[in-house]
Structures are given as C-alpha cells and as structure tokens.
C-alpha cells in the first residue's frame, strides 16, 4: 500500500546550520506530497506542497524538491534558527481517494 | 482567520469512563477526520467523515466512535475509556477538492487512569 517513511528524530543542530529532513513515499498513480510541522503545544499546520514530479515547495525559508526518480521529498533549509525547533511530518495524497498518508514525523531541535 | 476549534485542550477521566471530544470548523468543509498522535508512532487515523451523518473507518476505529450531525462539527466518542486510550487527539478538516491541505485542531490530550 501506499506509505511515508522519513528520518526518525530527534534531529539537534546548533543555529544557522544546515538542514535535510529525509522523506521518501510508496505511492501508486501520481501522489501530490507534502510537509507539515507541528510546533510545540499546537496541531499540525501546512508547510508546504508539491503536486507533480520536479515540483519545488517553499516557504519560511524551507524547500522542498518532488523528485519522481527516487520516489523523494527532502525538507531543506539552509539556516535554520531556534523557532524551527518542532516536530515534522512529511505526507501524501494520492488521486485514488483523500485520506492523506503521514510520516511518523521528525522532531527537530535547534539550539542557540 | 479559519479554524478548526477542539473542545478541551487537557481531560482526565477513569478507565470505564464514557468520554466525547467535539471538534468545530468554521471553513464549510465538507470532510472531517479524527487522529491519534503517539511518540514513535505518528498519526494514525481513527475515523473520517465526508459528508453529514456519513462516517467511515479509518485505520484504528476499535474502541471508539463518531458522530456528524451538523456539517461542522464532527465528534469522536470514547464508549468505556481505556489506559491504552491515552493520547493526543487531533482534529482536521479539509475541502472535497482533495487538496491534502488539512486544517488542524490544537489537539485534545487525554489521560485515563
């Protein structure tokens, strides 16, 4: 079946370093992937979206590239900062139906 | 600003106890969803509606229950609250467009003891 697997946490960096959050999908047909991040004490929200392959989401700063070839969708940042520390869920929606498939998510720490 | 609202942000109640969490959006949307969230386990969808009085399984419904009388708001009822139900519950609303934007709630964590 379809399926998200991303890089287990916790992730810690220090300031302004770089970041690459690991997400790769089992999907068949022509999923439409995505980022959550979900800050503490709060529910998920969207980060950001791709729809079709070599799409590139962004926003706050973070990119991410769907690359159809490796079946991936990368979470990058070049310089993250202490209020990026959260946790983050990479998913995906395939056209078959609208239940949207999760990663288990990766909690990320930045410290000062 | 839209917004999904959850009834209770904290609840404790005793195993056996019946227990419901409401959530509410003011988007119009048509579909609903109820999930679970757990350390090392992810989300995991509990049930989903799509329409008024419409519900449907998602990948963990034992133990639980919905109810969709009003398109905004969309219930999930725990008939005898177990140990093993303690968790964070999060609620989430979306178009019928298929977009996979949800729009989510701040969550309900519940401990039963």
């Known amino acids: 079946g379809d399926s998200v697997t991303q890089m287990e946490g916790p992730v810690t960096l220090s300031e302004e370093a770089c970041l690459t959050i690991n997400c790769t999908y089992t999907a068949t047909g022509y999923p439409s992937l995505f980022w959550y991040v979900q800050y503490p004490g709060e529910g998920l929200q969207l980060l950001l979206k791709?729809?079709?392959?070599?799409d590139k989401g962004s926003n706050k700063g973070f990119e991410a590239t769907y690359r159809k070839e490796t079946t991936s969708f990368h979470l990058e940042k070049g310089s993250v900062q202490v209020s990026d520390s959260a946790v983050y869920f990479c998913?995906?929606?395939?056209?078959?139906?609208?239940?949207?498939?999760f990663g288990k998510g990766t909690r990320l720490h930045i410290l000062p | 600003d839209v917004k999904v609202t959850q009834s209770s942000r904290y609840l404790v109640k005793r195993t056996g106890e019946k227990v419901f969490l409401e959530c509410v959006q003011d988007m119009d949307h048509e579909n609903m969803f109820w999930y679970r969230q757990d350390p090392g386990l992810g989300l995991r969808l509990i049930y989903f509606s799509y329409d008024v009085k419409m519900k449907e399984k998602g990948d963990i419904p034992e133990g639980y229950s919905v109810s969709r009388e009003k398109k905004e708001r969309f219930s999930l009822i725990l008939e005898s609250a177990s140990t093993n139900q303690t968790s964070m519950y999060l609620c989430?609303?979306?178009?019928?467009?298929?977009?996979?934007?949800?729009?989510f709630g701040e969550g309900s964590r519940l401990t039963v003891l």
């Open positions: 998913a995906l929606i395939t056209n078959r139906d609208d239940k949207i498939i």
């Open positions: 791709a729809t079709k392959a070599d």
């Open positions: 989430a609303s979306t178009s019928g467009a298929r977009t996979g934007e949800l729009f």
